[in-house]
């Protein structure tokens, strides 16, 4: 059943006339100009082309329609530069691990694949890298494992998502998580408010959704393995429909605390749930700590 958007917004949103002084038009145009070279960027260039053709239905206020379910082609939160849903498996009976396959960084930008983290930074993210399967101290649990948000990016590549539409609003509900996008032009909530899902403005260029981020509580992980912001990141969001069933999700990140420069993140995604048409999505019962649910009860089961 559908739920009114007031049951998204919350009450009181604090309005001001907040302007970010950083001047970053210029970024994603650097981005185009020197990555679509770039072996990498084939496909980008090649979705660019289809989300031009294709020609969507429009709603009452003229969003192009694309509402539904949707989910991460390639799946996984574990890392940014293997994308994976979780760690290599447990020893055989030859106390050999089994690997995971390698596949392609999520990191679009810069072409090596890495967050280019200042050095202080990337010491951090590699000490919690180095103690995520044995966090002996706090600082060493994803704070996704104890059931709190993930961050508007990591939304994209956990579980499926469900976008809804409303004149001047875009909502995207995650499995344990929300997030209300106005498209009425509205300033960004003041700097000393800080959001788990951080604060969003949005507006439509095409078939291109471009999302404005700020006001990100930073006490989110960008992955299991320790990637992180500060308080003060920007990011910049494009969610390129493609056709009725794909679209290309990037957020550019800009952080001068912890990066040395800008970088890009990009996961397709594809329809859900097509052959449901009546599918509902349920309450996501998030247990602290729990890793795989379905093994550890299996596990017991077979010990008793």
């Known amino acids: 059943m559908k739920q009114d958007l007031k049951t998204f917004q919350g009450k009181g949103e604090a309005i001001v006339s907040y302007q970010i002084n950083i001047v970053r038009a210029w970024i994603p145009v650097l981005l185009s100009c020197t990555l679509i070279a770039q072996p990498g960027f084939a496909e980008n260039k090649d979705n660019a082309g289809k989300s031009a053709e294709w020609v969507p239905s429009r709603l009452a206020d003229g969003q192009p329609d694309v509402q539904g379910f949707w989910r991460p082609a390639n799946q996984g939160t574990y890392s940014l530069v293997n994308p994976r849903n979780g760690q290599d498996g447990k020893p055989d009976k030859d106390g050999k691990i089994p690997k995971r396959p390698v596949k392609p960084s999520r990191i679009i930008d810069p072409a090596d694949g890495q967050v280019p983290y200042q050095p202080w930074a990337r010491a951090k993210q590699q000490h919690v890298q180095a103690n995520f399967n044995n966090p002996v101290s706090q600082e060493?649990?994803?704070?996704?494992?104890?059931?709190?948000?993930?961050?508007?990016?990591?939304?994209?590549?956990?579980?499926?998502?469900?976008?809804?539409?409303?004149?001047?609003?875009?909502?995207?509900?995650?499995?344990?998580?929300?997030?209300?996008?106005?498209?009425?032009?509205?300033?960004?909530?003041?700097?000393?408010?800080?959001?788990?899902?951080?604060?969003?403005?949005?507006?439509?260029?095409?078939?291109?959704?471009?999302?404005?981020?700020?006001?990100?509580?930073?006490?989110?992980?960008?992955?299991?393995?320790?990637?992180?912001?500060?308080?003060?990141?920007?990011?910049?969001?494009?969610?390129?429909?493609?056709?009725a069933n794909t679209y290309q999700y990037q957020a550019t990140y800009e952080d001068p605390r912890v990066y040395t420069r800008p970088w890009t993140v990009s996961s397709k995604q594809v329809r859900a749930n097509t052959d449901e048409p009546d599918f509902e999505a349920w309450e996501y019962a998030c247990i602290e700590g729990e890793k795989n649910t379905d093994n550890y009860i299996t596990e017991k089961i077979v010990s008793q």
Not at 145 to 164: D, L, M, Y
Not at 170 to 175: E, K, L, N, P, R
Not at 198 to 206: C, I, L, N, T, Y
Request: with cysteine; hydrophobic share 35%.
């Open 140 to 243: 060493f649990i994803d704070p996704q494992a104890r059931c709190f948000p993930g961050g508007v990016s990591r939304q994209q590549w956990w579980h499926n998502t469900e976008i809804r539409q409303y004149p001047n609003y875009v909502v995207i509900i995650g499995d344990a998580d929300r997030r209300i996008i106005p498209l009425d032009g509205r300033p960004h909530i003041p700097g000393n408010i800080k959001l788990w899902m951080s604060d969003s403005r949005g507006h439509w260029e095409g078939n291109t959704l471009i999302v404005d981020v700020t006001n990100s509580n930073a006490k989110h992980r960008l992955s299991n393995e320790g990637d992180f912001s500060s308080d003060s990141v920007h990011i910049q969001e494009r969610f390129t429909f493609l056709d």
